[in-house]
C-alpha cells in the first residue's frame, strides 16, 4: 500500500487558516487522495477527496501538488469544533488505511 | 435518516464470554465494513462486504466472524472474548466498495476484562 506521512500535531487561532501538510511520494497514478478527519470520542468523518485537480467543498480545499507527490488540506477558518484528528489516505480500493495523522488544536 | 447506526455503544465481557456488534444503514449502500481502533492508533480494517450475500477478511480477521443479513445489517461477532479485543469498534458503509467515500457510526467502546 503506498504510504502517507504527516506532522504529529499543528496548532492554531480561532478563525485563522490551517494547512495540513501530507507527503506521498509513492503515490500511483490511480491513487485517490482522501482527508478525513475524527472528532473526540466519534467515527471518522469524511472531508474531501481528489486525483489530480485542486478541490473545494463547504468544510474544505484540497490542494494536489502537480506531481501527486504531496497534497495540502486547507481550512479556511478554524474554529473549535475543527480540533480534531485529521487523516490523509491514499485509496486505490475498497480499503481506508489509518495512519496517526495530525491532531489539531484550535486555540480560542 | 440516520445514516449509520451501532449498538450498543459500551460494552464490558469477562474473557470468553460471547457477544453480537450489529450495524445498520439507511443509505441503500452496498458495502460495509468493520474496523477496530486501539488507543492512540489508526482505524485497522476487520471484515468488509461488498455487497449483500458477501463477505471478505480485511486486515485483523482473527477472533471475529461477521454476517451481512440484509442490505442493511451487518453484524460482527466474538465467539470467545479476550482483553486483545478491547477496542473501539466502528461500523462503516459506502455505495460500492473502489474508491468510494465511506460514512461511520459512533463506535462501540468494548472492554473484555
Known amino acids: 500500500d503506498a504510504k502517507t506521512t504527516q506532522p504529529n500535531s499543528m496548532e492554531s487561532n480561532e478563525e485563522e487558516p490551517v494547512h495540513l501538510p501530507c507527503n506521498h511520494s509513492?503515490?500511483?497514478?490511480?491513487?485517490?487522495i482522501h482527508w478525513y478527519r475524527q472528532l473526540p470520542s466519534q467515527g471518522p468523518e469524511y472531508v474531501i477527496h481528489?486525483?489530480?485537480s485542486n478541490v473545494n467543498n463547504r468544510m474544505a480545499s484540497l490542494a494536489i501538488a502537480e506531481d501527486r507527490k504531496s497534497s495540502t488540506l486547507i481550512l479556511h477558518r478554524a474554529t473549535l469544533r475543527d480540533a480534531a484528528v485529521y487523516y490523509c489516505?491514499?485509496?486505490?480500493?475498497?480499503?481506508?488505511?489509518f495512519g496517526a495523522g495530525t491532531t489539531v488544536t484550535v486555540r480560542a | 435518516n440516520a445514516g449509520v447506526t451501532q449498538t450498543p455503544k459500551f460494552q464490558v465481557l469477562k474473557t470468553g464470554q460471547s457477544m453480537t456488534l450489529q450495524c445498520a444503514q439507511d443509505?441503500?449502500?452496498?458495502?460495509m465494513y468493520w474496523y477496530r481502533q486501539d488507543p492512540g492508533m489508526g482505524l485497522r480494517l476487520i471484515y468488509y462486504?461488498?455487497?449483500?450475500?458477501?463477505?471478505d477478511k480485511g486486515e485483523v480477521p482473527n477472533g471475529y466472524n461477521v454476517s451481512r443479513l440484509n442490505k442493511r445489517e451487518f453484524s460482527l461477532r466474538l465467539e470467545s472474548a479476550a482483553p486483545s479485543q478491547t477496542s473501539v469498534y466502528f461500523c462503516?458503509?459506502?455505495?460500492?466498495?473502489?474508491?468510494?467515500?465511506?460514512?461511520f457510526g459512533p463506535g462501540t467502546r468494548l472492554l473484555v476484562l
Open positions: 489516505i491514499l485509496l486505490n480500493d475498497y480499503k481506508l488505511s
Open positions: 481528489g486525483l489530480t
Open positions: 462503516a458503509s459506502s455505495r460500492g466498495t473502489v474508491r468510494e467515500t465511506q460514512y
Open positions: 462486504s461488498a455487497s449483500e450475500g458477501t463477505t
Open positions: 443509505m441503500n449502500h452496498n458495502s
Open positions: 509513492t503515490i500511483s497514478g490511480t491513487d485517490y
